[in-house]
């Protein structure tokens, strides 16, 4: 057997560890969060694999590359190209589809050139986002923006009273003059009391000149309807990069384009057929339906192209990923969708003796997918490759050839190995992670009483069947079901659109601001910088980052960014400040013997240690509560992780009370020991008179609600109902829920 063999690692918390990791082997790395897992996979190994590649390019195009420090480690032998599949969003524009991301489309594309009937050409004439193929209209977009006349106009209201609501059109603008002083219109009749001849003038009537005085002299100008000048206005030009583009951004939507009705090709590429069906029809239909289409397409010529595409698409399905489309945009896709996305792209390499990287892979997977997930995984070890996977799920650990649990807590008390060996071994040894394997939670017993409901009434978002559903206050709802089954359309579009007061807190980005960091997210900073000033008699500005108090060079970033078109962005510290963020004079103020970088530099944990004042502590306890007990007070928001994210904002919220919050799968990056801290959170949240709505695909959590609502029974059309509602008790005794059916066994 041979080994990636490590000695004295040190990034970030990691404590000069020594390891060897069996190459063509799965080994799976566990630990609380924050306990060095990533300091070790992706910091330590992966970053200096991809150095160690990059260095064998030339000059030329090492130039060009994201410039990898060496990782803080005596040695790292043996390694082999690493690839990381992380649950960084795929993004792009709406040009980048499942289907062209995973070169599927690019096999359909190929097939349609060959056996498609009539013919259209080569392959480009079926490609959307090539003027040989594209519909002129939308050019391959399949939409278009247009004005939404719900949100532009009020027709309880007169054009007197301003029934227009786009800027601009305001009572006694220019704009506004152009419709009311034409004499076309009673200018006190509410819009809703208008003929239909009325709105066919005011949205699309041509015509008559109309004059009116202004304050430069007369006008005289053609009318134009609404929607005719908005198009001109704004649709046509670039409403991109228009200064008042957030504004005008809602009161517009997307509409399908009436060309090719979504279909983004032109009439050339839509009339050639297989089978009867367009590419675009294909695109369109769902993974798990699509295979069975592509099957029984059995043209000699067509053979290798079939089954290479059967190969992909059957690899999708066994992913949990049979509900989405080909056409389904990438920018839409949640990060777990993403990263199973971007596996299947490796499935179809022929590379071996790779290094493949995962990071929680079984996110936004229910159970009953995990198990697939794991077949891919072993699928990916056996073509001679090396798995190494951060996950805490107990399925995926069981899996393992090999286990590394690193710990034992987070921070400064984690860093160490804590265990190495086959997966029996973890389960009896000590430490947080053998004891949660060891003990399985039962079900919870004493359900909370809601105070009330909040109906959602004929949802039919995506694949929702008409779903009528009540939501319980004052308790824990736990919302459940299979990917794809309708989670987040139901919680995320339908309930906080119907219920817009409620908070969601989800994994998105917390900041746009590079110089954004937990201290600053929580308002602590503000407390910081006025503790310094009082104790140095100075002004509390001084120690902004944005102030003349920060270094000049790094603008108080501590770092230098350099931003590449086509990569990641490559980072370096500040070689004025030496990463200190601060002017020598500023650094030079202290606060019990503290420089304000020096605080910055502090965990929270250890912060709550150094603060006295009220006002600081309670930010930094609810942070400790919510489990970033670990992070420091001046990591860039730019480093911290999804779940990080949202549980950063969960901290942000602790304070308040009688809210309605939503959160979708904040187990994310959790170790079991974490999971157990989340749920005692969330029942605070929920003691303090606050109501708590969550996705989520983790049983310890399930068994904690009060209340499930569960829905499928399946993914995409398939899905789309409620399969059950109640405690998590009467759950265990349904039927027909896959669900219901993991818990049974999970208790078993
Ligand atoms: P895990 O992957 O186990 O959750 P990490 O390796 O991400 O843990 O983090 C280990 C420790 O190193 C934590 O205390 C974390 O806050 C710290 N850390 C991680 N990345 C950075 C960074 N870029 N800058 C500063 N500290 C970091
Ligand atoms: P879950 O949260 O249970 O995984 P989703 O609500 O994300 O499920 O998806 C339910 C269905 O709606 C799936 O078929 C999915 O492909 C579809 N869907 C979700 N979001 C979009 C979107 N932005 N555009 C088109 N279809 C979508
Ligand atoms: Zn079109
Ligand atoms: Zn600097």
Same mark, same amino acid.
């Given at each position: 057997?041979?080994?990636?063999?490590?000695?004295?690692? *040190?990034?970030?918390?990691?404590?000069?560890?020594?390891?060897?990791?069996?190459?063509?082997?799965?080994?799976?790395?566990?630990?609380?969060?924050?306990?060095?897992?990533?300091?070790?996979?992706?910091?330590?190994?992966?970053?200096?694999?991809?150095?160690?590649?990059?260095?064998?390019?030339?000059?030329?195009?090492?130039?060009?590359?994201?410039?990898?420090?060496?990782?803080?480690?005596?040695?790292?032998?043996?390694?082999?190209?690493?690839?990381?599949?992380?649950?960084?969003?795929?993004?792009?524009?709406?040009?980048?589809?499942?289907?062209?991301?995973?070169?599927?489309?690019?096999?359909?594309?190929?097939?349609?050139?060959?056996?498609?009937?009539?013919?259209?050409?080569?392959?480009?004439?079926?490609?959307?986002?090539?003027?040989?193929?594209?519909?002129?209209?939308?050019?391959?977009?399949?939409?278009?923006?247009?004005?939404?006349?719900?949100?532009?106009?009020?027709?309880?209201?007169?054009?007197?009273?301003?029934?227009?609501?786009?800027?601009?059109?305001?009572?006694?603008?220019?704009?506004?003059?152009?419709? @009311?002083?034409?004499?076309?219109?009673?200018?006190?009749?509410?819009?809703?009391?208008?003929?239909?001849?009325?709105?066919?003038?005011?949205?699309?009537?041509?015509?008559?000149?109309?004059?009116?005085?202004?304050?430069?002299?007369?006008?005289?100008?053609?009318?134009?309807?609404?929607?005719?000048?908005?198009?001109?206005?704004?649709?046509?030009?670039?409403?991109?990069?228009?200064?008042? *583009?957030?504004?005008?951004?809602?009161?517009?939507?997307?509409?399908?384009?009436?060309?090719?009705?979504?279909?983004?090709?032109?009439?050339? @590429?839509?009339?050639?057929?297989?089978?009867?069906?367009?590419?675009?029809?294909?695109?369109?239909?769902?993974?798990?339906?699509?295979?069975?289409?592509?099957?029984?397409?059995?043209?000699?010529?067509?053979?290798?192209?079939?089954?290479?595409?059967?190969?992909?698409?059957?690899?999708?399905?066994?992913?949990?990923?049979?509900?989405?489309?080909?056409?389904?945009?990438?920018?839409?896709?949640?990060?777990?969708?993403?990263?199973?996305?971007?596996?299947?792209?490796?499935?179809?390499?022929?590379?071996?003796?790779?290094?493949?990287?995962?990071?929680?892979?079984?996110?936004?997977?229910?159970?009953?997918?995990?198990?697939?997930?794991?077949?891919?995984?072993?699928?990916?070890?056996?073509?001679?490759?090396?798995?190494?996977?951060?996950?805490?799920?107990?399925?995926?650990?069981?899996?393992?050839?090999?286990?590394?649990?690193?710990?034992?807590?987070?921070?400064?008390?984690?860093?160490?190995?804590?265990?190495?060996?086959?997966?029996?071994?973890?389960?009896?040894?000590?430490?947080?992670?053998?004891?949660?394997?060891?003990?399985?939670?039962?079900?919870?017993?004493?359900?909370?009483?809601?105070?009330?409901?909040?109906?959602?009434?004929?949802?039919?978002?995506?694949?929702?069947?008409?779903?009528?559903?009540?939501?319980?206050?004052?308790?824990?709802?736990?919302?459940?079901?299979?990917?794809?089954?309708?989670?987040?359309?139901?919680?995320?579009?339908?309930?906080?659109?119907?219920?817009?007061?409620?908070?969601?807190? +989800?994994?998105?980005?917390?900041?746009?601001?590079?110089?954004?960091?937990?201290?600053?997210?929580?308002?602590?900073?503000?407390?910081?910088?006025?503790?310094?000033?009082?104790?140095?008699?100075?002004?509390?500005?001084?120690?902004?980052?944005?102030? @003349?108090?920060?270094?000049?060079?790094?603008?108080?970033?501590?770092?230098?960014?350099?931003?590449?078109?086509?990569?990641?962005?490559?980072?370096?510290?500040?070689?004025?400040?030496?990463?200190?963020?601060?002017?020598?004079?500023?650094?030079?103020?202290?606060?019990?013997?503290?420089?304000?970088?020096?605080?910055?530099?502090?965990?929270?944990?250890?912060?709550?240690?150094?603060?006295?004042?009220?006002?600081?502590?309670?930010?930094?306890?609810?942070?400790?509560?919510?489990?970033?007990?670990?992070?420091?007070?001046?990591?860039?928001?730019?480093?911290?992780?999804?779940?990080?994210?949202?549980?950063?904002?969960?901290?942000?919220?602790?304070?308040?009370?009688?809210?309605?919050?939503?959160?979708?799968?904040?187990?994310?990056?959790?170790?079991?020991?974490?999971?157990?801290?989340?749920?005692?959170?969330?029942?605070?949240?929920?003691?303090?008179?606050?109501?708590?709505?969550?996705?989520?695909?983790?049983?310890?959590?399930?068994?904690?609600? +009060?209340?499930?609502?569960?829905?499928?029974?399946?993914?995409?059309?398939?899905?789309?109902?409620?399969?059950?509602?109640?405690?998590?008790?009467?759950?265990?005794? @349904?039927?027909?829920?896959?669900?219901?059916?993991?818990?049974?066994?999970?208790?078993?």
């Amino acid at each position: 057997m041979s080994y990636i063999e490590i000695t004295g690692a *040190r990034e970030n918390n990691l404590k000069n560890v020594s390891l060897k990791i069996p190459k063509r082997q799965i080994t799976v790395f566990t630990g609380v969060s924050g306990s060095g897992k990533s300091s070790l996979v992706f910091d330590t190994i992966a970053a200096e694999s991809q150095r160690q590649l990059n260095e064998t390019f030339t000059a030329f195009v090492r130039n060009r590359l994201p410039r990898y420090g060496r990782p803080d480690a005596d040695a790292l032998e043996n390694l082999s190209p690493a690839v990381v599949v992380g649950q960084r969003r795929l993004g792009g524009n709406s040009r980048s589809t499942v289907g062209t991301i995973t070169d599927v489309y690019a096999l359909l594309r190929l097939l349609y050139s060959r056996v498609g009937r009539p013919h259209a050409g080569f392959s480009n004439a079926f490609s959307f986002n090539d003027p040989a193929g594209m519909c002129p209209e939308c050019e391959g977009v399949g939409k278009k923006i247009a004005l939404d006349l719900d949100r532009a106009l009020d027709r309880s209201r007169a054009l007197n009273e301003g029934a227009i609501l786009l800027p601009n059109f305001g009572v006694g603008t220019w704009y506004w003059k152009t419709y @009311a002083l034409s004499g076309l219109f009673d200018n006190d009749k509410p819009l809703r009391d208008y003929t239909g001849a009325e709105w066919e003038l005011l949205l699309r009537g041509r015509g008559p000149d109309v004059r009116f005085e202004t304050k430069g002299g007369p006008v005289h100008q053609k009318f134009e309807g609404l929607l005719d000048k908005f198009d001109r206005l704004y649709i046509k030009r670039d409403i991109d990069t228009m200064s008042n *583009r957030e504004a005008l951004f809602r009161f517009v939507s997307d509409e399908v384009c009436p060309l090719c009705a979504g279909a983004r090709l032109n009439q050339a @590429a839509l009339s050639s057929k297989i089978g009867g069906r367009s590419i675009a029809e294909l695109a369109a239909m769902e993974i798990r339906l699509l295979v069975d289409v592509v099957a029984e397409i059995t043209e000699p010529v067509a053979a290798t192209m079939v089954e290479a595409l059967l190969d992909r698409l059957r690899h999708l399905i066994s992913i949990g990923l049979g509900y989405l489309t080909l056409n389904r945009e990438t920018s839409t896709l949640s990060g777990g969708e993403s990263q199973r996305v971007k596996l299947v792209r490796h499935l179809g390499s022929s590379l071996a003796d790779m290094t493949y990287v995962f990071d929680e892979p079984t996110v936004g997977l229910h159970p009953r997918d995990v198990s697939r997930m794991n077949d891919l995984l072993r699928e990916l070890r056996d073509k001679g490759n090396t798995v190494l996977v951060v996950e805490h799920d107990r399925d995926v650990i069981a899996i393992a050839d090999h286990v590394v649990d690193v710990g034992p807590g987070a921070g400064g008390d984690g860093g160490e190995i804590v265990y190495e060996g086959d997966v029996s071994g973890l389960y009896r040894a000590a430490g947080l992670t053998g004891g949660h394997l060891r003990r399985d939670p039962p079900v919870k017993r004493d359900f909370r009483e809601p105070t009330g409901w909040l109906t959602v009434a004929g949802a039919t978002a995506h694949n929702l069947k008409d779903v009528t559903v009540s939501f319980p206050t004052g308790v824990l709802t736990v919302v459940t079901g299979v990917a794809g089954s309708g989670k987040s359309t139901l919680v995320g579009e339908v309930f906080l659109a119907r219920y817009p007061q409620s908070v969601a807190v +989800d994994q998105s980005g917390v900041s746009t601001s590079i110089r954004s960091s937990p201290a600053t997210y929580t308002g602590l900073m503000d407390d910081v910088r006025r503790l310094f000033a009082k104790a140095c008699g100075v002004s509390p500005s001084l120690f902004s980052f944005n102030s @003349a108090g920060a270094c000049p060079r790094c603008q108080g970033l501590g770092l230098i960014y350099t931003d590449l078109a086509f990569m990641e962005g490559v980072t370096s510290v500040c070689e004025a400040c030496e990463g200190r963020r601060f002017r020598e004079e500023v650094l030079a103020h202290r606060l019990r013997g503290r420089s304000v970088h020096e605080v910055l530099e502090m965990t929270v944990g250890e912060a709550a240690g150094f603060f006295t004042e009220p006002r600081p502590l309670r930010t930094l306890r609810a942070l400790e509560e919510v489990g970033l007990g670990y992070l420091t007070l001046g990591q860039p928001l730019s480093t911290l992780s999804g779940g990080e994210c949202q549980r950063i904002k969960l901290a942000a919220e602790l304070r308040k009370k009688g809210g309605v919050y939503v959160m979708d799968e904040p187990t994310t990056g959790l170790h079991m020991a974490d999971v157990e801290h989340l749920i005692a959170v969330m029942d605070k949240l929920v003691d303090g008179g606050n109501t708590v709505i969550v996705i989520e695909h983790d049983l310890d959590v399930v068994k904690s609600a +009060d209340w499930v609502i569960d829905l499928g029974p399946d993914g995409g059309d398939l899905g789309g109902s409620v399969v059950f509602e109640g405690t998590p008790e009467r759950l265990l005794r @349904a039927r027909d829920s896959l669900t219901a059916e993991h818990l049974r066994r999970d208790l078993a």
